[in-house]
């Protein structure tokens, strides 16, 4: 049966598809024997065309199927795309980056896990505190280092960070209502030195809230006056006992 002209692109189609599944199928052949399954399946996919149609008919099958006339090579693979719809689909897996993560994370140097770790935090992917391990932003961990002298690749604790917050945060606001009481009653001069309105235990709720009126700027006036405070009455203490003693 000849192939109409009209249908001459459906029988090129055919063909090549019937040389790729040969192709497939004769993969661990020598490439003598898949070229001869190759030129006889042309030759019968050729017989079924007219004869002023086999050069139209050929020249189309070369480029629906170009490598029965490279010596019957094995065909090259096609190119893989840079990304598949499968990688398309992992990236949106967070199982999957959890687990890259992961992977990388052996390669990492101590920066980058901090680096990494603070961007964690700042997208609400991981908690500000817990865990082993330092999880503080740098910018909020440099102060902290240098005020207990750690080095740079000390680890800080973020739970024990907590701990130690609600130890000196206990101690300064008990502190700060003694010295305030004490202060009440020492000053009794004309100009009454007031210190802070606001007491020290609330100003440091506000702060830890993240209250927005309540800065770090909000905090240091009663932090200072209370340093100052508890300076000048232990300073005291040796001057009164000294005069004491000379009278």
Known sequence: MNVSAADLDLHVQATANRLRLIQVDCADDDPATRKSYLHEAIQQSLGQVVADQRRDFLERLAQ??????????????????TESIQ?????QDPAFLIERLTELAGQM??????????????????P???????????????PLRAALKLGEDEPIDPARIAQMAA??????????????????????????IRPP?????????????GDAQMPRSGVEPSVDWLRKLLAAMVAGIGAIGFQWGNH
């Open 64 to 81: 629906a199927f170009p490598t029965w006339q490279a010596q019957a090579q094995p065909a090259a693979p096609p190119p893989q795309p």
């Open 87 to 91: 990688d398309r689909q992992e990236w």
């Open 109 to 126: 140097d101590p920066q980058q896990k901090r680096n990494t770790a603070a961007r964690l935090i700042e997208a609400g992917l991981a």
């Open 128 to 142: 500000a505190s817990g865990g082993e391990g330092e999880a503080l932003p740098p910018e909020a961990a440099a």
């Open 167 to 192: 130890m000196l945060g206990e101690f300064a606001a008990v502190l700060d209502q003694v010295a305030r009481s004490t202060w009440g009653r020492i000053n009794t001069s004309a100009r009454r």
């Open 197 to 209: 309105q606001q007491p020290l235990r609330e100003a440091l709720a506000a702060f830890a809230r």
